[in-house]
């Protein structure tokens, strides 16, 4: 079964300091995809970045990096310099590797991580 | 490029009730999945729509159904609504086709309430 945990419920931070979100999945399956997702007080959650299983480069955009070790079976995002406007609850979330020719099948997703960011 | 839109925004039913909800996918999306998302949790999966079919499906009851149309908008029904359907009921929409298939991109979602 496919399973997703972020251990951390709540994490704040004043501006200007880096943060690490962890993720921790559990899959059998040896082809997937992860996720992470932010959702401001909106409620929309807005995709950030995907990774699939054979690709383990890490990844930088900006302020935000992420970490793929699959030996670990984590999946860790840090925001650097962060912001009050990265305020919001991050998801992570896993999914199964499509068929050919078939549409993305269904996300699993952690608890989030409430982010806190204070001026 | 329109985004995923979702209508109503925000909903107050009564317990019994019927409820119907209501997605758009982006520009260029051919599937809908559907997720419930209670307070502090993060969303379930309910099922997932694609070429007017229900592909996949979650661990939720039959009184929740769906339907796709043609234009692959979709609804989202929940008969006999109970307290425990107060959630956000996101909609998310993706491609069949190629590099752009690899990901579900959500509505703003619809807030239920069940009183």
């Known amino acids: 079964a496919q399973k997703v945990t972020q251990a951390q419920t709540e994490i704040s931070v004043v501006e200007k300091e880096d943060v690490t979100l962890d993720c921790v999945y559990e899959t059998r399956d040896t082809t997937y995809y992860l996720f992470w997702y932010k959702q401001p007080p909106s409620g929309e959650l807005v995709f950030l970045i995907r990774r699939n299983s054979f690709d383990e480069q890490n990844e930088i955009s900006g302020r935000y990096s992420w970490n793929f070790q699959k030996s670990t079976s984590s999946f860790n995002f840090t925001i650097t310099a962060s912001q009050v406007v990265d305020s919001a609850v991050y998801f992570c979330a896993l999914s199964e590797a499509k068929g050919r020719g078939s549409t993305l099948g269904r996300l699993y997703f952690g608890r989030g991580t409430q982010l806190t960011v204070w001026p | 490029d329109a985004g995923v839109t979702q209508s109503p925004t925000h909903l107050i039913k009564t317990r019994g009730q019927q409820v119907t909800l209501r997605c758009s996918p982006k520009?260029?999306?051919?599937?809908v999945s559907w997720y419930q998302q209670a307070l502090g949790q993060g969303p379930q999966f309910i099922f997932q729509?694609?070429?007017?079919?229900?592909?996949q499906r979650g661990n939720f009851p039959d009184r929740f159904s769906g339907h796709q149309f043609p234009n692959y908008s979709s609804e989202l029904n929940v008969n006999a609504l109970l307290l425990g359907d107060s959630a956000l009921y996101l909609c998310?929409?993706?491609?069949?086709?190629?590099?752009?298939?690899?990901?579900?991109?959500f509505g703003p979602g619809t807030r239920l309430l069940v009183l």
């Open positions: 729509y694609y070429e007017e079919e229900e592909r």
């Open positions: 520009s260029g999306h051919d599937t």
């Open positions: 998310a929409s993706s491609s069949s086709m190629g590099y752009r298939s690899e990901t579900q991109y």
